[in-house]
């Protein structure tokens, strides 16, 4: 089946099979920060953004994408690279191989929530799974940053 969508702001026309995952399409197109992790959309690892929404893209066909924008860390690099920053400062970095997808969520979450109380940043992230970390870090990093992106300090 023939397929036309946009990845990362790229117009990409192809023609698949229509059982074909996001998550393959678009590490075929070269988006390796969208990682295979549990493909039962309970690990967090493959979320992207398909029209500004989080999604996991191991549970969703490549088809269902069709006429769709879709966004990954590879088209968000500035906005993660500011993420980074207040991660490292808390320590909250491991090994690294969940922050695609957690900070998809963030990233997602600094555009959905005007306000956000503890409870709303621990909501929004239960899907992500760390194996490394305690969450703790990475609570008060994502804290900050929201914190920072509604006017605070840095």
């Not at 999604?55 to 966004?71: D, F, M, P, Q, W």
């Not at 690279?81 to 997602?108: H, S, T, W």
């Amino acid at each position: 089946m023939e397929i036309k969508l946009w990845i990362n702001g790229k117009l990409t026309e192809d023609n698949i099979e229509p059982d074909t995952p996001l998550l393959e399409y678009v590490r075929s197109k070269g988006c390796l920060s969208v990682k295979r992790g549990c493909e039962t959309s309970n690990c967090g690892l493959c979320t992207l953004w398909i029209d500004e929404k989080p999604v996991l893209s191991c549970t969703v066909l490549a088809a269902r994408a069709n006429g769709k924008h879709i966004t990954t860390l590879e088209g968000l690099q500035e906005e993660a690279k500011e993420f980074g920053e207040f991660m490292a400062k808390e320590g909250a970095d491991q090994c690294g191989y969940c922050n695609p997808g957690f900070i998809m969520n963030v990233l997602a979450m600094v555009r959905e929530l005007k306000e956000f109380s503890d409870e709303d940043i621990k909501e929004y992230l239960v899907g992500n799974l760390c194996r490394c970390t305690g969450y703790m870090g990475q609570f008060r990093a994502v804290k900050a940053f929201l914190n920072y992106k509604r006017g605070g300090e840095r």
